[in-house]
């Protein structure tokens, strides 16, 4: 069976690329970038290449690069850099909203109990929070304000530009978890004003494993592995030569392919709404303009995600109901209970996220599959059946 992969919010598939370019760092220049001898410093002028094409990716300077696991780890040390540098000055209230990732929320609800005052701003039925929500809530003790530049579930695009200027005012640091947007919407540091902004190579072809965070010239991370003076002595532990190169390589390759791929993507994302969106009793979740190229997300009445999900991969389509990180959760996903969703609504969500790889003719036995899948379940469901003789009131007109 040819499987159709529509779950790219969660990993994509390593471009050939990313693949040939980590290859040599597996095979041959496989030495410890801290080691003096040939083999070590050929590792280290990989590590200095990579560092400065992932700088000028982004805008940014070479120095103001640090390299991590991922994009929570990013997460973790933006977050917490931020609470040390702002407790100096005797600051320890946070801002945020109540979308944001896991890798924030959790590491807020950390620091809470550390002391800190944390705001989780409420967000409108599309998932926006706004500049002037920001400005209202910034008072004299804020020390970091914390906004994601896309959500993860359902692909709203933030105006973080215009929050990052309202921080710049109040004088207060601005990081943005841009996970799901670097290398699928252009994005340049300098331009959107942040402090910080935290990206992972797996969500633009690059490896698991890999991921950066960008700190303003000015601002010291703090150090949460200890061990070593690696990533100028703010991230301890073997730099992952083979990873690092290899997120430079997908990174460069996504970028020079937003302005290719998008209107494509984009196509492709608005059939696939629209397909969708013939079914009955079932609604669009987030932005129908600012969102990303290649995300969808859909809430069907009746009907559970769970069981859409598994009838849709027996047809060879590789879809999720939302993030990966709490696919093991059986609470609906806290993204669309707080822009709206009823708990009986989030449980039908289905999150199709596309790449560059997938096609018109793709989409088209998706919507299909969707439609006959929605269907087959509803006529086994009580709920439906209660919602089409009245004893209910339906949620999604």
């Given amino acids: 069976m040819n499987r159709i992969y529509v779950d790219n919010a969660a990993t994509t598939k390593m471009s050939k690329a990313a693949i040939e370019a980590m290859l040599p760092y597996l095979e041959e220049c496989y030495g410890n970038s801290s080691s003096l001898h040939t083999v070590g410093q050929l590792a280290a002028e990989a590590l200095f290449k990579a560092r400065q094409s992932i700088a000028e990716s982004i805008g940014a300077d070479i120095k103001e690069i640090y390299f991590t696991s991922g994009g929570s780890e990013a997460d973790n040390q933006a977050l917490i850099s931020a609470a040390e540098m702002g407790a100096r000055k005797g600051k320890k209230h946070i801002i945020s909203q109540k979308t944001e990732h896991h890798a924030i929320l959790h590491t807020l609800k950390k620091l809470e109990k550390q002391g800190f005052k944390v705001d989780l701003l409420n967000v409108d039925g599309e998932g926006n929070v706004t500049p002037e929500q920001i400005a209202e809530a910034i008072g004299p003790d804020t020390a970091l304000v914390t906004i994601m530049t896309a959500n993860n579930e359902i692909g709203t695009i933030m105006p973080i530009k215009e929050i990052a200027a309202v921080c710049k005012e109040k004088g207060v640091l601005f990081h943005t978890d841009a996970v799901q947007a670097v290398g699928h919407i252009p994005l340049d540091v300098h331009d959107i004003g942040c402090d910080m902004l935290s990206l992972s190579a797996h969500k633009f072809h690059g490896p698991k494993g890999a991921g950066a965070l960008y700190v303003r010239k000015g601002l010291m991370p703090s150090c949460l592995i200890e061990g070593g003076a690696q990533e100028r002595g ?20 996504a970028i020079g392919n937003i302005s290719e791929n998008t209107p494509r993507l984009i196509a492709m994302r608005d059939r696939l709404i629209k397909g969708l969106s013939e079914i009955p009793h079932s609604i669009l979740n987030g932005s129908i303009i600012n969102r990303l190229p290649g995300s969808v997300n859909m809430c069907f009445e009746g009907i559970e995600g769970e069981s859409l999900l598994l009838l849709l991969d027996a047809k060879g389509i590789c879809a999720s109901s939302g993030s ?6 059986l609470d609906p996903s806290h993204v669309l209970l707080a822009i709206g969703r009823p708990h009986e609504v989030a449980h039908g969500s289905l999150r199709l996220t596309l790449s560059e790889e997938n096609t018109p003719e793709e989409i088209e036995f998706i919507i299909k599959s969707t439609k006959d899948v929605v269907e087959y379940l509803r006529n086994m469901s009580p709920i439906w059946q209660d919602l089409q003789e009245g004893k209910r009131k339906y949620v999604i007109q």
Avoid: P, Q
Avoid at 243 to 253: C, N, R
Avoid at 324 to 329: E, H
């Fill in 234 to 253: 703010r991230r301890a532990g073997t730099e992952n030569i083979a990873g690092i190169v290899s997120m430079a390589a997908a990174l460069k390759e």
């Fill in 324 to 329: 990966a990180c709490t696919s093991g959760a």
